[in-house]
């Protein structure tokens, strides 16, 4: 957990994706500033709670008369009463109604475990009575609606917006050399990222500490595992739209211009470099890139 909060600190991706959530969140609310508006946020499994403390302070300067009731799904205890203390607390200093449930669950693999379960179906296909295997395209149908109920689940809540933020890229093929490939080259972007920043946000033990702890630990299981026991598997921005959309969700317009120029000032401002940028396509999907090489994506959604 020490890890993935320094690498927070760290790296830019996470940041500026929270910059692009708020303000989606923002849009959606419909706020109105002669009545109480109630706002109830899900973050599956988050690790930084410091861009939550950024929406409190924009529904506190731009729309004062709102409840925000926040539920965080995370494993450790320890994490979830430092993120309830320090919410509570600029809750009260800005006289803004706030409502925290902490969940105590694992959920931050749920999807790439899914997929695991995906893969290790398919490579046993299902056999009929007689013993014999079941044509690949209905084993793939089968396994398909085992990753997708997740999603499926989601979709019956009818939530106003959810914000996908992913890293940018495939892990989770079959192939070893693809894999190895692949890795190569995200995680040797990757591991510049912090030694970029330090020191301006980080030591070189935090930096260690995130290398160490966090990005060895993910290289290894895409690198080592393979069928159901790899956990990270890592999909682009493209097969998740193929997902939302069969789970019924349509891309939403929160992602606009105006959101994508801030997240840009971010990028710039957290590296003057111009390491960073961010690139917005049409159909609203956003890109965070470090030189040419995109690392995370950001896609908005609603229910249909």
């Known amino acids: 957990m020490a890890a993935r909060r320094h690498f927070a600190a760290m790296c830019p991706f996470l940041r500026i994706s929270g910059v692009v959530a708020n303000h989606g969140i923002f849009k959606v609310a419909e706020v109105q500033p002669d009545r ?61 109604g706030f409502l925290f449930h902490p969940e105590r669950r694992g959920v931050g693999h749920c999807l790439h475990r899914l997929l695991a379960d995906e893969i290790a179906e398919m490579s046993s296909p299902p056999q009929d009575r007689k013993g014999k295997k079941i044509q690949a395209h209905r084993a793939q149908q089968h396994t398909m609606m085992r990753a997708d109920a997740l999603l499926r689940a989601l979709r019956q ?48 033990e935090e930096q260690a500490c995130v290398e160490r702890h966090l990005l060895r630990l993910e290289i290894m299981d895409i ?52 390491a960073y940028r961010v690139s917005r396509v049409n159909d609203g999907r956003l890109f965070i890139y470090r030189k040419a090489i995109p690392m995370f994506s950001i896609s908005t959604w609603h229910a249909i």
């Open 157 to 204: 809540l009818s939530p106003k917006l959810v914000v996908v933020t992913e890293q940018e890229a495939y892990h989770n093929s079959t192939d070893f050399k693809e894999r190895f490939r692949n890795a190569l080259v995200y995680y040797g972007a990757l591991f510049d990222a912090p030694e970029e920043s330090v020191p301006a946000q980080g030591s070189a």
């Open 223 to 274: 690198i080592s595992h393979d069928g159901a026991l790899r956990r990270d598997r890592h999909e682009k921005v493209e097969r998740w739209a193929v997902r939302m959309n069969a789970a019924r969700f349509a891309p939403s317009t929160a992602m606009r211009q105006d959101v994508v120029a801030q997240a840009t000032m971010l990028a710039q401002e957290l590296l003057p470099s111009g």
């Open 36 to 96: 109480i508006v109630h706002v109830h946020i899900v973050d599956l499994g988050g690790t930084d709670p410091h861009h939550w403390l950024q929406l409190l302070r924009i529904f506190a300067t731009r729309s004062p008369n709102l409840i925000l009731r926040l539920t965080i799904i995370n494993e450790q205890e320890e994490f979830l009463s430092q993120a309830a203390d320090l919410l509570a607390k600029e809750a009260v200093r800005m006289r803004i």
